[in-house]
């Protein structure tokens, strides 16, 4: 019995929920199976950012699950995936991540992610760093996670917030090996900065 394509989509409360929203949607589209944990501070910002609750949101997943669920079969190895992608990630998510002590599904999961050597993506959402959050980032990336704040990329030339989301998003899940739509490709949809 074959396994199906599955990815772990976390959101934390940093602003840019947009993202995780975006990461569920395309996810879908290329049929892959999502399962999603929202934090209770996400909850919050879905209402400020996007005027929506984690319910509207969860109609975008395979399956979804409380944070405080630990006996959620995403908080186990044996339950295999293909990864996970936090969007957006907070500074306090990462910080717990970081340091293996995990208070809540979310941080479980990628603690799991980690100790399975799978993918975890870590879409950082905070600016200025300071040298604790790039300390931090460092060694979450020695432990084996991808550090990939959503930076826009301009020479897509983008028009809209969209464009920048998706592009951002789009990079992301290249990451797991999944092709999208979403990223413009140099020398592929661009080439020498123009279409």
Request: aromatic share 6%.
């Amino acid at each position: 019995m074959k396994t199906p394509k599955r990815i772990i989509v976390g959101i934390t409360g940093a602003s840019g929920v947009t993202y995780g929203r975006r990461a569920l949607t395309a996810l879908r589209d290329a049929g892959i199976e999502t399962h999603l944990v929202v934090s209770r501070a996400a909850e919050i910002t879905l209402r400020y950012e996007l005027n929506i609750g984690a319910g509207e949101l969860a109609d975008s997943a395979d399956f979804r699950y409380a944070i405080g669920d630990i006996g959620a079969p995403i908080s186990s190895g044996s339950f295999q995936t293909d990864g996970m992608l936090i969007a957006p990630c907070s500074v306090k998510t990462m910080s717990e991540i970081a340091s293996g002590v995990t208070s809540s599904l979310l941080t479980r999961a990628a603690d799991v992610i980690l100790k399975e050597r799978r993918r975890l993506v870590m879409m950082v959402r905070e600016t200025p760093f300071h040298l604790g959050h790039l300390r931090t980032m460092a060694q979450l990336t020695e432990m084996g996670a991808i550090i990939a704040p959503p930076l826009p990329a301009f020479y897509a030339e983008p028009q809209t917030i969209d464009d920048l989301v998706d592009q951002s998003v789009g990079r992301s899940l290249d990451l797991f090996g999944i092709e999208t739509p979403l990223a413009k490709r140099w020398g592929e949809d661009l080439e020498n900065g123009r279409r």
